[in-house]
């Protein structure tokens, strides 16, 4: 029984497909034609390495700029929200005068077409008077 080798930079793609972008062990392995039992073993002792891939573990460098732009994403993701709870806000409250309004018309027994149409007449009376 002969036993294939596997370069190391194939074993760690394997592995980094398991380990970082979440695929199934048995996926992985059908696809790339392993038997799944060899790609079970490959995870285990790189997770035992504590380096999920070659390459793949962020240096000092990488890792502060990932806290940077997680504060960053935190920080924008917040000043979004407070953007659209003030949206939100003020849309209910432009339309809540516009009901109140026209409520306000009717009560007093006048439709909006003849306020809007008396509005522009006295506007061009006025025009015409200056």
């Given at each position: 029984m002969s036993s294939k080798r596997y370069t190391d930079e194939f074993r760690a793609e394997a592995v980094k497909q398991v380990l970082e972008r979440g695929f199934?062990?048995?996926?992985?392995?059908?696809?790339?034609?392993?038997p799944k039992h060899t790609l079970y073993d490959w995870v285990q002792k790189a997770k035992k390495a504590g380096k999920p891939a070659a390459g793949a573990a962020p240096t000092g460098?990488?890792?502060?700029?990932?806290?940077r732009l997680k504060a960053e994403l935190r920080r924008v993701t917040e000043e979004r929200d407070i953007l659209k709870k003030a949206a939100v806000s003020s849309t209910r409250r432009r339309n809540g005068l516009a009901q109140l309004s026209g409520w306000r018309l009717e009560a007093q027994g006048l439709t909006r077409s003849f306020v809007e149409t008396s509005g522009d007449l006295v506007q061009e009376c006025l025009r015409m008077a200056g």
């Amino acid at each position: 029984m002969s036993s294939k080798r596997y370069t190391d930079e194939f074993r760690a793609e394997a592995v980094k497909q398991v380990l970082e972008r979440g695929f199934t062990v048995v996926d992985v392995a059908a696809r790339i034609g392993i038997p799944k039992h060899t790609l079970y073993d490959w995870v285990q002792k790189a997770k035992k390495a504590g380096k999920p891939a070659a390459g793949a573990a962020p240096t000092g460098t990488d890792s502060a700029e990932v806290r940077r732009l997680k504060a960053e994403l935190r920080r924008v993701t917040e000043e979004r929200d407070i953007l659209k709870k003030a949206a939100v806000s003020s849309t209910r409250r432009r339309n809540g005068l516009a009901q109140l309004s026209g409520w306000r018309l009717e009560a007093q027994g006048l439709t909006r077409s003849f306020v809007e149409t008396s509005g522009d007449l006295v506007q061009e009376c006025l025009r015409m008077a200056g």
